[in-house]
Every structure is written in C-alpha cells, then in structure tokens.
C-alpha cells in the first residue's frame, strides 16, 4: 500500500484496533489514561521546577550562570531533537515499550542528577532526562490514540491536557516548597517514586497495540538529517539573545537548519519508509494543527516567560507566591480542557479552537495593559482567561495532528505535536525576548534622563539594560535610599513597556492563528469511528 493510500485509508481496520474490546485491567481505556499521565505529569513537572532549583543548585555546586543555563538548554535539546525519531520508535516497537522504557529511563536519571556532586554529572543527566522523557511523550498519545475509541478520544486527550497545564504550572509551587524546606536534590529524587509508580502501573494496565502496516525498517540517514537540522535551529534559538540575531553564528546555524530539512525533505522522497512520510502534509486539518500548536506555544510560553519576571522582580513575590498567582491559569486549564474535550467531541475543533485562540489573544492583550501597581484581582483575570483559551487549543490541536494521521504513524503524529510545541516555546521565547529586549534599549536612556539620574556611560547602560529586562533595578551598593527609589521606579517602568510589547506581539500571533483554526477539522479516523461502541 502506497503513503498516500495509507493516509487515506479511514476504514473498519484502523478503528478495530483503535477500540480493543477492553476486559479487566489490561488495556482498559480509562486506566490506561491514568497510567500514562502520571508519566506525562512527571515530564510536564520537570518541565518548570527545575527553574526554580537552578540558584541553590549553583551555590551548592559552585557553577556559573553558563553553567546554568546548560541545566534548561542540554535538556530542551535533546528533548526537542529525539521527539519524532521516539515517536517513530514507538509506531515500529510499540507505545508499551517505548513508553516503560522512557519512564523508567527518566525516573533513574532524575535520581541520579539528586546524587551528583558535580555541574557536569547534572547537565549530562538532564541529557539522559531529554531523551527518556521524548520516548515518553509521544508513547502516550499513540496509547491514548489506540486504546481509545473515536468518539471518545477528545475526553481522553482533554484530561491528558489538563495533566499537563496543571503540572506545568503547578511546578514552580512545589520547587518552591521543596527548595525551601526541603533541598534542591528533592526536586529530581520526587520522580524516582513517581516514575516507579507509572512503571508498575503500565506493566499491569497498558496493552501493546501494532498496526498491521507498522514500519519494519528505519530511516536511518533521514533520522540524521532531521536530527541535525532540529538541533542547529533550536540551538540557533537558545543563543541568539546573547551572540544577537545579527551575528554570522546565530544566522549559520539557521542557514544550517534550513539546509538540512531541505536535506531531509529530499531525502524522504526517495526512500522506502521515510521517517516521516510527507504525504502525511497533504492532510491540510493535520497541517494546520501542528502550525496552530506552533503558533499556541509562541503567544503562551514567550508571553508566560516574562510574567514569572514580573511577579517576582517587579511585585517582589516570592517564588511560590508567583506560582500561587498563577493559580487561576492553573485552574482554568484543569477545567477547561476536559470540557474542551467535549465540546470538540459535539461541535468539531473549528469553533472550539478559533474561540480559544480569540481568548488568548484577549487575555495577552490584557497582560499588555498590567502596570507596577496592578491588583492581584485584575492579573488574575487574565490570567484565567489565557488558561480558560489554551484549554482547547491544547486539546483540539493534538486531536487534530494525532486524529488525522493513520493508526501505524500515531507515534510519530504524536512526536510532531510535542515538537511543533517545544519549537513554538522556543520560538516565542527567542522572538518576544528580542522585541523587549529591543524595547528596553530603547526607552531606558531617555526615562533615565526623565528621572534627572546621572548620565550613564555605554558600558553601564548595555549592564543596566540587562538587568532591566528581567526587571531587576541595576542599583548598586552604597547608593542614596532616594536615588535607589527612583531606579527601581525607571527600571520596573522601562521593563512593563517591554513587556507590554512583547505581550501585544503574542497577542498579534494568537489572533493569526485564528484563521489558521479555521482550516482544522475532525481527524479523519475519527469521523469513520461513529459507530464504535462506548466504553
């Protein structure tokens, strides 16, 4: 059978394995939707209560800011670089494989990173992080897509999405609490237990599902280019803001990444069982999926990124209260995307999606609007609104791309979710920090001069800038309490009208993806699979 007709095919075939009729535990539907979310929950978490460990990881282990920011960089590289070839690995192996594979793996590199003593031994685990946690990832989708019948596969993915929103957000809370009552290696021994958890259950629950047409062979020199070209875009992404996106290195590794999925493209043309069968594109509903979730990642991560500055630089919170402020994004996503799941289910992802995206337009407009002295009230406002917009988005936008591929390309569909989302974040984060970075230059000098504070030469202004873009007031030591005051106050104003562009930007993007919404449509498996029986 040819690519083409492969992914056209929507008949009885695909959907009988999609809804195994389910007796006791093995492959139960709604158990297999609890054991593999304790996994997600395990990654998702990891995700942002790293951050919060990173200053006592470096006071303890006397490393450098590079060092770092190694700890967040070596773990999105090879996270984002494995996520498709991991998909693909589950689609010829199978998603149990892959999946108890990818558990226990990240389970034993979070314990051994609370047993380092050493930057090095840190950063070279959260690598074996990355990689365990791609095989994870998409393995989860493919059994959720396989275990679950059509007309209940929304649901599933809504509460897979809730999963996710919730442990994300909720990370910085419990970093917090452990950090500061605990000690910095309790954030990674947690997920030794938890992982031994999702391990045992997934032994016991999750069935192994094989499309007949399962690939049999691997790419190999297709996984090498697509590998290659992912690593130098997003690794063009991560240093941009330091070496500058006029530098000959930043536009070298983009040339770089372009050359190679051109490379790639090529390639999967010629060979027998590509990676990733580009036919897979001419589904439009699956394309504008995985161009929605690019666009969804850009508008809420690179506009989340400069909240947690401004809750904790500007308002002056502590960590976990910055994490408890955002509670409301929390909450509206646990809420929303089980809901969300329904509606989609009764009403099709076009409306559901385009509302969303209006929502987080509106809601990162109103972040554009949040001034020094705004009321917890009023921040929480849009925040929920921005949970309340993302909840379909995530649900809809993964039931799409997962949807409209066929059964024996699941994995790697699920592969190009989370990867169209790590680079969206990426993306978001590198763009909108340039646009306030930009902005910041900008305004500094002349809301210096406004404040009838001392001329500052080149060199001090491009520190001070640096420090006012995370909203820190570059006051130094010995400096008049009167004086100081007026900094803090040019500084926290210089960083919200950056901010405040930077949100407007991703406010822009949201609305884009508006009418990129418009073009999704129920996957196509999912509308063969009406007379399914339910669970």
Not at 330 to 338: D, E
């Given at each position: 059978?040819?690519?083409?007709?492969?992914?056209?095919?929507?008949?009885?075939?695909?959907?009988?394995?999609?809804?195994?009729?389910?007796?006791?535990?093995?492959?139960?539907?709604?158990?297999?939707?609890?054991?593999?979310?304790?996994?997600?929950?395990?990654?998702?978490?990891?995700?942002?209560?790293?951050?919060?460990?990173?200053?006592?990881?470096?006071?303890?282990?006397?490393?450098?800011?590079?060092?770092?920011?190694?700890?967040?960089?070596?773990?999105?590289?090879?996270?984002?670089?494995?996520?498709?070839?991991?998909?693909?690995?589950?689609?010829?192996?199978?998603?149990?494989?892959?999946?108890?594979?990818?558990?226990?793996?990240?389970?034993?590199?979070?314990?051994?990173?609370?047993?380092?003593?050493?930057?090095?031994?840190?950063?070279?685990?959260?690598?074996?992080?990355?990689?365990?946690?791609?095989?994870?990832?998409?393995?989860?989708?493919?059994?959720?897509?396989?275990?679950?019948?059509?007309?209940?596969?929304?649901?599933?993915?809504?509460?897979?999405?809730?999963?996710?929103?919730?442990?994300?957000?909720?990370?910085?809370?419990?970093?917090?609490?452990?950090?500061?009552?605990?000690?910095?290696?309790?954030?990674?021994?947690?997920?030794?237990?938890?992982?031994?958890?999702?391990?045992?259950?997934?032994?016991l629950i999750l069935r192994d599902h094989r499309a007949e047409n399962a690939p049999r062979s691997f790419d190999l020199l297709g996984i090498a280019l697509l590998s290659g070209a992912m690593f130098c875009?997003?690794?063009?992404?991560?240093?941009?803001?330091?070496?500058?996106?006029?530098?000959?290195?930043?536009?070298?590794?983009?040339?770089?990444?372009?050359?190679?999925?051109?490379?790639?493209?090529?390639?999967?043309?010629?060979?027998?069982?590509?990676?990733?069968?580009?036919?897979?594109?001419?589904?439009?509903?699956?394309?504008?999926?995985?161009?929605?979730?690019?666009?969804?990642?850009?508008?809420?991560?690179?506009?989340?990124?400069f909240v947690t500055f401004y809750l904790q630089n500007v308002h002056g919170m502590s960590p976990v209260d910055a994490g408890l402020h955002l509670l409301p994004l929390t909450g509206m996503m646990i809420?929303?995307?089980?809901?969300?799941?329904?509606?989609?289910?009764?009403?099709?992802?076009?409306?559901?999606?385009?509302?969303?995206?209006?929502?987080?337009?509106?809601?990162?407009?109103?972040?554009?609007?949040?001034?020094?002295?705004?009321?917890?009230?009023?921040?929480?406002?849009?925040?929920?609104?921005?949970?309340?917009?993302?909840?379909?988005?995530?649900?809809?936008?993964?039931?799409?791309?997962?949807?409209?591929?066929?059964?024996?390309?699941?994995?790697?569909?699920?592969?190009?979710?989370?990867?169209?989302?790590?680079?969206?974040?990426?993306?978001?984060?590198?763009?909108?920090?340039?646009?306030?970075?930009?902005?910041?230059?900008?305004?500094?000098?002349?809301?210096?001069?406004?404040?009838?504070?001392?001329?500052?030469?080149?060199?001090?202004?491009?520190?001070?800038?640096?420090?006012?873009?995370?909203?820190?007031?570059?006051?130094?030591?010995?400096?008049?309490?009167?004086?100081?005051?007026?900094?803090?106050?040019?500084?926290?104003?210089?960083?919200?009208?950056?901010?405040?562009?930077?949100?407007?930007?991703?406010?822009?993007?949201?609305?884009?993806?508006?009418?990129?919404?418009?073009?999704?449509?129920?996957?196509?498996?999912?509308?063969?699979?009406?007379?399914?029986?339910?669970?």
């Amino acid at each position: 059978m040819t690519s083409q007709t492969t992914i056209e095919a929507t008949g009885q075939g695909d959907e009988a394995l999609a809804a195994p009729a389910a007796r006791g535990l093995r492959g139960h539907p709604w158990f297999t939707l609890i054991t593999v979310a304790v996994g997600v929950m395990m990654v998702a978490l990891d995700g942002t209560i790293v951050a919060i460990a990173n200053p006592a990881i470096a006071k303890d282990l006397g490393a450098t800011f590079a060092d770092v920011q190694w700890i967040t960089n070596a773990y999105f590289l090879a996270l984002a670089v494995s996520l498709i070839t991991a998909g693909k690995l589950g689609d010829r192996f199978g998603h149990r494989q892959t999946f108890l594979i990818g558990v226990t793996g990240f389970a034993a590199a979070s314990g051994a990173i609370g047993l380092s003593n050493s930057i090095a031994f840190v950063v070279t685990f959260r690598v074996f992080q990355g990689l365990f946690g791609a095989l994870l990832m998409p393995a989860a989708l493919g059994l959720l897509r396989a275990t679950f019948p059509a007309e209940k596969l929304n649901m599933a993915i809504g509460i897979w999405g809730m999963v996710i929103g919730a442990s994300t957000a909720g990370g910085p809370i419990l970093g917090g609490l452990l950090v500061q009552h605990v000690s910095w290696q309790s954030v990674f021994f947690i997920n030794v237990p938890v992982g031994l958890i999702a391990l045992v259950l997934g032994l016991l629950i999750l069935r192994d599902h094989r499309a007949e047409n399962a690939p049999r062979s691997f790419d190999l020199l297709g996984i090498a280019l697509l590998s290659g070209a992912m690593f130098c875009l997003v690794w063009a992404l991560i240093k941009a803001p330091s070496w500058g996106w006029g530098d000959g290195k930043t536009w070298l590794f983009i040339v770089g990444s372009v050359a190679g999925f051109a490379l790639f493209s090529f390639w999967e043309t010629r060979v027998k069982e590509p990676l990733i069968p580009l036919a897979l594109f001419r589904s439009v509903p699956l394309s504008a999926g995985v161009v929605l979730m690019v666009l969804m990642a850009i508008a809420f991560m690179g506009g989340l990124f400069f909240v947690t500055f401004y809750l904790q630089n500007v308002h002056g919170m502590s960590p976990v209260d910055a994490g408890l402020h955002l509670l409301p994004l929390t909450g509206m996503m646990i809420v929303g995307s089980p809901l969300a799941g329904l509606a989609i289910t009764k009403l099709g992802p076009r409306i559901p999606l385009a509302s969303g995206m209006a929502a987080t337009a509106v809601a990162m407009y109103g972040m554009s609007t949040l001034k020094a002295d705004t009321g917890s009230g009023l921040m929480s406002v849009w925040f929920a609104l921005l949970g309340f917009g993302l909840a379909p988005v995530m649900v809809g936008a993964t039931e799409v791309i997962v949807g409209n591929a066929p059964m024996e390309l699941s994995g790697v569909a699920g592969g190009l979710q989370q990867a169209a989302m790590q680079i969206g974040g990426s993306l978001g984060t590198a763009v909108l920090g340039a646009v306030m970075a930009s902005k910041v230059d900008h305004d500094l000098a002349g809301n210096w001069a406004k404040a009838g504070l001392p001329k500052l030469t080149d060199a001090q202004e491009a520190l001070a800038s640096q420090s006012v873009q995370q909203g820190v007031a570059p006051v130094g030591e010995g400096t008049p309490q009167a004086i100081a005051a007026k900094i803090a106050s040019v500084a926290h104003d210089t960083f919200i009208s950056g901010m405040s562009l930077a949100s407007l930007v991703a406010a822009g993007v949201a609305a884009v993806a508006i009418l990129v919404a418009l073009l999704t449509k129920r996957g196509e498996n999912a509308e063969a699979g009406a007379g399914v029986g339910h669970i």
